[in-house]
């Protein structure tokens, strides 16, 4: 997809300004993606994308460093981080946004239909080599049970952990959601994720794939 689109730049525009004035995001979106004739692809960059000023300040106002998270507790929202990982890894710039809110997302609607691929191992061990650089207390990943074979990729994810001396765990549960909210007031720890509803009920995120993503240029560089 052309994120440089002239249509699609002023879609962005229009939805940004009704939802600095208040409207429902779902009511904005429509209303923008009708009137623009978007197709279902330049919806989801929208909405995956697009936020009011309020939201944005607030969110990127969350965002830390990675140099931060020695000696916490990192939560991963498994899926989320995982899946967009992947594609910072195989250099899939055309779904790759730097978002408003400040944060790096995937715009594929992939979640539900994730299955483990040749690119997996390879997104694993970039995410826990990097956070084992920083010293991490430990490190765990949360996968939605009810996804298919979610078991099997927390058990790679636990192999790969161990592989590489980090300690933690990944697990699988029914609402990763609620569950790294409640962790991380409990362990107060810093959650790396980049699910708008998740970011607005904890204190402290870190994205990782956006610092992947560095590195990679960084090295592509030398």
Do not use: W
């Not at 969350?62 to 195989?90: F, H, Q």
């Not at 250099?91 to 408003?100: F, I, S, Y």
């Not at 299955?115 to 084992?132: F, G, M």
């Not at 609620?178 to 362990?187: A, H, R």
């Amino acid at each position: 997809m052309n994120f440089q689109d002239p249509i699609l730049k002023e879609a962005k525009k229009d939805f940004r300004y009704l939802l600095d004035r208040g409207f429902p995001r779902t009511g904005a979106l429509n209303f923008v993606g009708n009137h623009y004739l978007l197709d279902q692809v330049q919806r989801n960059y929208l909405n995956r994308t697009g936020f009011s000023k309020e939201k944005m300040e607030t969110r990127k106002s969350k965002l830390i460093l990675l140099s931060e998270i020695k000696g916490k507790c990192v939560l991963i929202d498994g899926y989320n981080v995982l899946i967009t990982a992947e594609s910072v890894s195989k250099r899939e710039d055309e779904v790759l946004v730097n978002c408003d809110d400040g944060v790096m997302r995937d715009v594929n609607a992939v979640f539900g239909k994730y299955k483990e691929n040749e690119n997996t191992r390879i997104a694993l061990n970039s995410i826990i080599s990097l956070l084992k650089i920083f010293k991490p207390k430990e490190v765990l990943f949360f996968y939605d049970r009810p996804v298919s074979l979610s078991g099997e990729l927390a058990r790679s994810t636990q192999k790969i952990l161990q592989s590489q001396q980090v300690p933690g765990d990944a697990r699988t549960v029914e609402n990763v959601d609620k569950k790294l909210v409640t962790l991380s007031q409990d362990l107060r720890g810093v959650v790396a994720t980049s699910d708008g509803i998740i970011i607005d009920n904890v204190e402290k995120v870190l994205d990782i794939p956006s610092y992947i993503a560095r590195l990679n240029k960084s090295q592509t560089k030398n």
